[in-house]
């Protein structure tokens, strides 16, 4: 079992900045990928960034320059720097981490980014 907190969301003007943070109840050492999910009123939820176990990374094209996923083993957490935000990255971000087969999600925190 893996249990995730997200915390950093916030409202932000367009242009603006946010970290958003996701700690692990256990080592992330060992697992195999962790993942930054986000979903709009309305929409699909959608993946916006991931890392492996090994630091490789990647992102869905419309983040890809702003947005950088990280990962630090020693506190069990991995981020998402969010840079030069749009009204159109207004979502529920979710952590997800994919460990032994399983799949565990956060409950989410909320981004909001106005024009």
């Known amino acids: 079992q893996v249990q995730l907190v997200e915390s950093g969301g916030g409202l932000v003007q367009a242009g603006g900045s946010l970290r958003l943070s996701c700690a692990a109840s256990?080592?992330?050492?060992?697992?195999?990928?962790m993942a930054w999910y986000r979903q709009a009123p309305g929409k699909q939820r959608e993946l916006v960034a991931g890392?492996?176990?090994?630091?490789?990374?990647n992102y869905a094209d419309s983040v890809k320059g702003r947005f950088t996923i990280s990962r630090d083993n020693a506190k069990n957490t991995v981020y998402l720097q969010m840079n030069s935000l749009k009204p159109e990255d207004t979502a529920v971000y979710y952590c997800r981490a994919d460990f032994f087969l399983a799949t565990f999600w956060g409950q989410g925190t909320q981004v909001t980014v106005s024009s």
């Open positions: 256990r080592s992330i050492f060992s697992i195999d990928v």
């Open positions: 890392i492996a176990s090994g630091g490789s990374t």
